[in-house]
């Protein structure tokens, strides 16, 4: 941390300097810390897109959604093909049960890199959720059919997706 106090009292101004601390302050666990560097940062720069996206982060962390929720809707309005937003903003969206809104987000991700298997396995369990059985085997198939053959969550993904079509069947049987 001293080498970015030292930066900061070197040029004051640097809203990338400022998001750099923040994310420093964040890996040592200082989110206070964090949130005022990503908030000065924002200040300086009000166009700058990764305090944002880094301070939602830490909203998150702290289960502060709607703030988390605000600085996602502005990452988005700031860079529209931002795909990790879509992503995290997805989350908090599911988090707080608005089902219909985590699936747009994560269809938008998935038009943006439907190549990451993460999207749809996200919107896969989504879809689970809010009662379309058929929509989540498709979306979860499609996330094993794009993920590298190591992906981490394959198992998990294969064993949900056993589940599912069990209960598709079970369900088509009645």
């Known amino acids: 941390m ?22 420093a302050q964040k ?7 964090s949130l ?7 200040e300086l ?3 700058y897109v990764p305090p944002y996206f880094n301070r939602a982060n830490v909203f998150i962390s702290k289960r502060q959604y709607d703030r988390a929720l605000k600085d996602l809707d502005t990452v988005l309005g700031l860079d529209p093909e931002y795909v990790y937003a879509y992503q995290t ?25 439907p190549e990451n298997p993460i999207g749809w396995k996200n919107r896969g369990v989504i879809r689970q959720k809010n009662g379309d059985l058929k929509g989540a085997v ?12 190591n992906w981490h969550n394959r198992r998990a993904v294969e064993s949900l997706l056993e589940k599912l079509q069990e209960a598709l069947r079970k369900k088509n049987e009645e």
């Open 27 to 33: 890996k040592l666990g200082d989110m206070d810390g």
């Open 138 to 149: 498709s979306d979860l198939r499609k996330s094993l059919d794009v993920a590298a053959p």
């Open 36 to 42: 005022a560097s990503f908030t000065k940062s924002i």
């Open 89 to 113: 903003r997805g989350f908090v969206l599911f988090q707080e049960k608005r089902f219909v809104e985590a699936i747009r987000d994560y269809s938008k991700m998935i038009e943006l890199t």
């Open 2 to 23: 001293e080498d970015f106090n030292k930066a900061v009292e070197l040029d004051p101004e640097d809203a990338i300097t400022y998001n750099n601390m923040g994310l």
């Open 45 to 47: 720069d009000p166009e």
